[in-house]
């Protein structure tokens, strides 16, 4: 029988892996040593990593390996190494958010996540840069500098997500998982030429996920494949007791969607809003050959309009920062993190308020202070009041769409990666990043990004989001695993086998 | 065309317990001015009519037994806290209150 | 110490001037066994920070889930003050920086309380006889509570001139009920007797739900209280808030204090102050605190990590189902079938014995006896020892055994004292106290008259005396040989055998 790995360790897909390893051509331990001597190599010019528990790690993985020579019922994910975004709390590991106003904190538990990622066998190997409490598009507002593109080191990753993203665009890692607000997991996706989905608010436990904005936040799967993404999402999708917004009920079989591939006769809707001007035309050019590729292999596609997603980045610029406002509250610097300003003399007021202006970087006060604006009295329902009404016409206009198509496309991201330092002080410029994917946070729906190749004006890569309605999560696995793999067999490779050698 | 002053910028950041230079002051102001015209346009759409949306996705009576389970060892609670005397969290004195 | 004194007017003079409008705003801790939205133990007086989890320490990344018995116990005091209950109803966030709140925002409800529109009944004691008053209830929220502060260096313990305070996260996420009166009109001379009566009532209402055992004593029922005033026939006036009144004394007396500062401030030609006030149990007399003028814009908004209430009719008849009596209703039920007198009834409420009382009596005491025992000698040991009646370590079992031992003579009144001491004092139960401290009727003729003997050689002046008729006189030998036999002795039975020992008619 031929072996079921070949090449490079480092470059395998998560599902290769797991069979290599089920097959006993591979330990765990030697696919954790091989990433982090891939983090060693690299990670100084990429910074994916905030983070790295070698000896954690390769502990977790000898466990597996002994429990697979034990013949033990293992998941399929077992062994095979991840990179946790540093915003998800992980018992006795440093979790910053990005923030200094977090550092040196250790939280005393483990995230529901990272639970289920323990429970899996899967292999945290560290955890991820991002922006700071999630607040950006590229990860330049890290308090610990931004991390790179590893498609071009001057370019930005996508953010939040950025770090876990570049890992696996790095090949570092071949799991990651990322939290999406407004794009934080898609976004990044589409600039390294990965996979991330955002599963259904509700899908993945928000337990141990610090807050954003609590009804816009999901974690979700990044990966180089959309089968590695389905493989992830199952094992940390579910209900959980401890998040009240958690829903009760299966998780769709996102796994099974993914293999099933078939997208013949399914309704594809192209959403007439999000496209168009303001969109690269490069990102354009690659979008409109997916969607022949789409209609090649059987699906219909129709186009839909959403008329209120116009207003989507207004009401997400609104709700945002009003619940983060709030979320971050607590860090006050009086029962962990950062505390300035102590002499003795100072009152608590003027301490808090010392550590706060010290422990927040400039994006993250601009949005706390828009936030309690827009929450304030006599501002309320002007702001606040009015982006909830904009919240249900965007549900309205999603359940009229998905009356007519049972998934929805458009670009993920207007532009292809930009360069670092472009927008960084231009909030609005950097906003419009995520105009297409913010509609579904703010419906609580699910939707995906897949790369379809690179934009011929810079060679950098796009991606294309598919948006499905809450709950069926797999209509994103069939239809995104039918565009890779048409995309795979016209290219004759993986999109990412084209990252230049760093 | 909104205009949130200095002074307004100093008093969302007393709320929000920042104490802002005058330099980020200034910025902010000029800054918040310019988010706010943009994302004021919400107004445009959403009537009287619409019923707002706080939660994404529909669900109602989500409950807890009552059951009492025990917390965090205390030694892990202080182990996290900037400043610990007497089992307790030390917090700098209190103004403002009698 | 207050910072101001406050110029008064005498109170019957205030009330000739003004008409006072008051409003009650009552934070009740409920009985759960968990706190409101995680599953942290909520027992008092434990060491500080040890009922705590990244819930209740507001940790990044925890998040809650609300307390099913929190949301049953609020809905049952909705129904039992005759609320409306929400078909669905949100929590909110209430923002504001404190080192006592953990997340600082404070979980509470805001604009969709889940019980609204009641009332509550109360009897006020006047002259002319009871008057009952109906105080309407806007409406009953349920909220969490915040940790608890220490002010540490400074000389006196308090917020003010303290170098720095400490924290203890024990209380912080322990479900509070919040139970706001509309403004309770036309109560005029009797305003601070029908803010007691009204607290009261809530209390034994909150106790007869077994929602919360309402110990004042442990902070569990603290009370702000409004006060304004109008001049006669005129529109209502600016009102105070006094905050954290915590006993129903003090609420009286805040309410009197109130009334009589208004009045002088408004008698002299001034304006009442919106603001914040402190009730000082020391001087009876309230301190400015916040003025409202300046007042924290808490930017409420619904709480996104936890879903909707929504009680089913179905679940709140459930609830309606489980309503205990009324405590009014109840007493004028005891009273008549005790036949005990309006006095009586009232030195039992006035002692929270009642429930005591009524176990007691249960457990086969005679009504009598078991209300002695408790207004008597019971409140005096409970109250030497600053404990709650209750708590006083005597069950309704004791007594009955008491008292079956008083009835076969076993024991004497003076000595069953005793027991019930040695019960308090952890020496066991009755009969274990008994046998302890060997307290036993000297009861056998023959020890008796020896002791009888004794004494009447040692006083032989004395037993002249009764020989000669004076019998009287016998009150010196009896209490000799109660000395004698160290009070275990049943006096009358002594005082018998002397009398016929010396031949005497009694």
Not at chain 1, 54 to 80: H, I, N, T, Y
Not at chain 2, 51 to 74: C, Q, W
Not at chain 3, 101 to 123: A, H, I, R
Request: a negative charge; charged letters at 25%; glycine letters at 8%.
């Amino acid at each position: 029988m031929a072996p079921v790995m070949d090449g490079d360790l480092v470059r395998q897909d998560a599902a290769t892996l797991a069979s290599a390893m089920q097959a006993g051509e591979v330990s765990s331990a030697e696919i954790t040593q091989a990433c982090l001597d891939r983090i060693d190599a690299v990670d100084g010019e990429v910074h994916a990593f905030l983070y790295v528990d070698k000896d954690a790690a390769l502990a977790s993985a000898r466990v597996v390996d002994e429990q697979r020579a034990s013949c033990a019922q293992l998941g399929p994910l077992a062994g095979v190494p991840l990179a946790l975004k540093d915003v998800l709390t992980m018992r006795g590991v440093p979790t910053t958010c990005g923030s200094r106003i977090l550092e040196g904190w250790r939280p005393p538990y483990d995230s529901t996540v990272v639970e289920r990622l323990r429970e899996a066998g899967v292999v945290i190997l560290g955890k991820t840069n991002m922006d700071e409490f999630a607040m950006g598009s590229s990860t330049e507002h890290s308090a610990y500098g931004p991390t790179r593109n590893p498609w071009d080191l001057e370019r930005i990753p996508g953010g939040s997500g950025g770090g876990s993203a570049a890992a696996l665009a790095a090949f570092e890692a071949p799991l990651a998982i990322g939290t999406d607000t407004g794009g934080s997991i898609r976004q990044p996706a589409a600039v390294t030429g990965t996979v991330g989905v955002k599963p259904t608010y509700g899908g993945v436990s928000r337990y141990g996920l610090v807050a954003l904005a609590s009804s816009l936040d999901q974690a979700g799967p990044c990966a180089r494949t959309v089968m590695d993404a389905a493989l992830l999402h199952q094992a940390i999708a579910g209900h959980d007791p401890r998040d009240s917004t958690s829903i009760n009920a299966p998780v769709p079989d996102v796994v099974a969607a993914a293999r099933n591939a078939d997208i013949r006769g399914m309704k594809i809707g192209l959403v007439r809003e999000l496209g168009g001007e303001g969109y690269q035309d490069g990102v354009r050019q690659r979008f409109d050959e997916a969607v022949t590729v789409l209609t090649d292999l059987g699906a219909e596609v129709v186009e839909v309009s959403c008329p209120n997603f116009e207003y989507a980045l207004a009401a997400y610029y609104l709700i945002l920062p009003s619940e983060a406002s709030s979320n971050l509250a607590r860090f006050d610097g009086m029962r962990y993190g950062l505390r300035v300003g102590d002499d003795d003399q100072a009152s608590v007021e003027e301490v808090m308020s010392q550590t706060r202006e010290a422990g927040f970087g400039a994006e993250v006060k601009r949005r706390i202070m828009l936030g309690t604006y827009a929450l304030s009295s006599g501002y309320y329902d002007a702001y606040y009041g009015q982006a909830q009404k904009v919240r249900t016409l965007i549900s309205r206009d999603f359940a009229a769409a998905f009356d007519q198509a049972d998934v929805l496309i458009s670009p993920t991201a207007p532009t292809t990666a930009f360069r670092i330092g472009e927008k960084v002080d231009d909030p609005l410029a950097m906003y419009l990043n995520d105009i297409a994917t913010i509609p579904v946070n703010l419906a609580g729906n699910c939707a995906m990004s897949v790369p379809i190749g690179l934009a011929p004006e810079d060679g950098l890569p796009v991606g294309l989001q598919i948006m499905a309605p809450a709950l069926a999560d797999d209509r994103l696995y069939r239809a995104g695993s039918a565009l890779e793999q048409a995309l795979v067999d016209k290219w004759g490779h993986e999109l990412i086998e084209e990252v230049p050698a760093l | 065309m909104a205009q949130i002053s200095r002074e307004e910028v100093q008093h969302l950041a007393h709320l929000a317990r920042l104490e802002l230079t005058d330099e980020e002051t200034a910025h902010y102001a000029e800054q918040l001015s310019a988010i706010v015209d943009a994302v004021a346009r919400v107004s445009d759409v959403a009537a009287q009519d619409i019923p707002p949306t706080s939660h994404p996705i529909p669900v109602t009576n989500v409950f807890r037994e009552d059951v009492a389970k025990p917390g965090l060892p205390r030694d892990e609670v202080a182990a996290a806290a900037p400043s610990w005397e007497d089992d307790r969290f030390k917090v700098p004195r209190i103004l403002g209150e009698d | 110490m207050s910072s101001t004194t406050n110029t008064r007017m005498a109170f019957d003079q205030a009330l000739e001037r003004f008409e006072p409008v008051l409003g009650l705003e009552t934070h009740v801790e409920l009985g759960t066994a968990s706190k409101m939205f995680c599953s942290c133990a909520t027992e008092f007086g434990q060491d500080p920070n040890t009922q705590v989890c990244p819930v209740c320490l507001g940790l990044p990344g925890s998040l809650p889930v609300v307390n099913a018995v929190a949301v049953e116990s609020t809905i049952r005091m909705g129904l039992a003050l005759h609320c409306d209950i929400a078909s669905w109803c949100r929590f909110a966030r209430k923002n504001y920086f404190y080192p006592d709140m953990p997340k600082d925002y404070q979980v509470s409800q805001y604009d969709e309380p889940l019980c609204t529109n009641g009332y509550l009944d109360v009897t006020v004691a006047t002259d002319d006889g009871p008057r009952e008053f109906r105080v309407e209830i806007e409406r009953v929220h349920m909220e969490e509570d915040t940790g608890k502060l220490t002010h540490a260096g400074g000389d006196t313990g308090r917020i003010h001139g303290a170098d720095y305070s400490l924290v203890d996260y024990n209380r912080a996420g322990i479900p509070l009920i919040e139970i706001v009166t509309k403004p309770i009109v036309g109560t005029g001379a009797l305003a601070p007797l029908v803010a007691r009566a009204y607290v009261t009532e809530l209390r034994d209402l909150m106790r007869s739900l077994g929602v919360s055992d309402v110990r004042m004593d442990q902070g569990s029922l603290r009370c702000d209280v409004n006060v304004s005033l109008a001049p006669a026939g005129e529109p209502w006036g600016t009102r105070s808030e006094t905050k954290n009144v915590n006993s129903l004394r003090s609420v009286e007396r805040a309410v009197r204090s109130e009334i009589e500062r208004q009045a002088a401030v408004l008698a002299d030609g001034g304006r009442v102050i919106q603001e914040t006030r402190h009730f000082h149990e020391d001087t009876g007399e309230t301190t400015p605190g916040r003025s409202k003028e300046h007042a924290e814009d808490y930017r409420y908004f619904p709480e996104p990590d936890l879903v909707p209430v929504a009680p089913s009719a179905e679940w709140v008849e459930e609830l309606r189902g489980t309503l205990p009596e009324v405590p009014s209703v109840r007493r004028a039920r005891l009273q008549e079938q005790w036949g005990i007198s309006d006095l009586e009834m009232q030195t039992l409420v006035n002692a929270e014995a009642l429930d005591l009382v009524e176990e007691t009596i249960a457990a086969g005491v005679d009504q009598a006896a078991a209300r002695k025992w408790w207004t008597g000698e019971f409140t005096r040991m409970a109250n030497e020892q600053g404990v709650a009646l209750a708590d006083l370590g005597i069950t309704s079992s004791h007594i009955s055994r008491v008292e079956s031992l008083i009835a076969d003579g076993s024991l004497t009144d003076k000595l069953a004292r005793q027991v019930f001491e040695g019960v308090v004092a952890g020496e066991g139960d009755v009969d274990a106290v008994i046998a302890g401290r060997g307290l036993v009727v000297v009861g056998d003729d023959s020890t008796l008259l020896a002791a009888i003997e004794t004494a009447l050689a040692e006083q032989p002046d004395v037993a002249e005396k009764i020989r000669g008729g004076k019998v009287q006189a016998a009150g010196a030998i009896v209490g000799a040989v109660m000395k004698a036999t160290k009070g275990q002795a049943d006096a009358a039975k002594v005082r018998a055998l002397l009398l016929a020992h010396l031949g005497v008619e009694g």
